[in-house]
């Protein structure tokens, strides 16, 4: 069981959330998850990004009932935001382990640095500090305000 986030992490998930559900809302295809959904990835194990979609194609084959317990397949794109209780090398084996299991990007998203590690699979992982990242691949289209973020996180 994870515990519950701290007032500024939960307002910056949420954030990011909103952004991800806004850009589906335009387009109303695929599904978007929040960060209480854990996913069966294909190598068995278990996890669960703070934000996720998937593809109107993963998401063909499953059933109601499959899709109100823990969804087996790996989002097409996942989001991990960085929260003090964090360590970000574990956080980056995690977005390594997301890769491997099949997702097409990752945004790793840090506050306290204000930046963010965008995955590709078979790429290194890049480095953005600038305060927009442009969705590509599954998220062709959505525009993703990293300045909203990280008001969140001011005080």
């Known amino acids: 069981m994870n515990p519950p986030t701290g007032g500024l992490t939960g307002g910056g998930s949420g954030e990011i959330t909103r952004q991800l559900f806004n850009w589906w809302d335009s387009r109303q295809s695929g599904r978007v998850f929040d960060s209480n959904t854990g996913f069966f990835l294909p190598d068995g ?7 996720s979609y ?5 998401l063909r084959d499953l059933t109601r009932e499959q899709l109100a317990r823990f969804p087996r397949l790996c989002p097409a794109f996942v989001v991990e935001l960085v929260s003090p209780s964090d360590k970000l090398s574990d956080l980056r084996r995690k977005m390594e382990r997301w890769m491997k299991n099949g997702a097409q990007l990752g945004w790793l998203i840090d506050p306290d640095e204000k930046r963010a590690y965008v995955y590709e699979p078979g790429r290194e992982a890049r480095l953005v500090s600038e305060p927009i990242l442009e969705g590509t691949g599954p998220v062709e289209g959505f525009t993703f305000d990293l300045a909203r973020v990280w008001r969140h996180y001011e005080v």
């Open 54 to 58: 998937a593809t109107v194609e993963q």
């Open 45 to 51: 194990s278990m996890l669960s990004p703070d934000a």
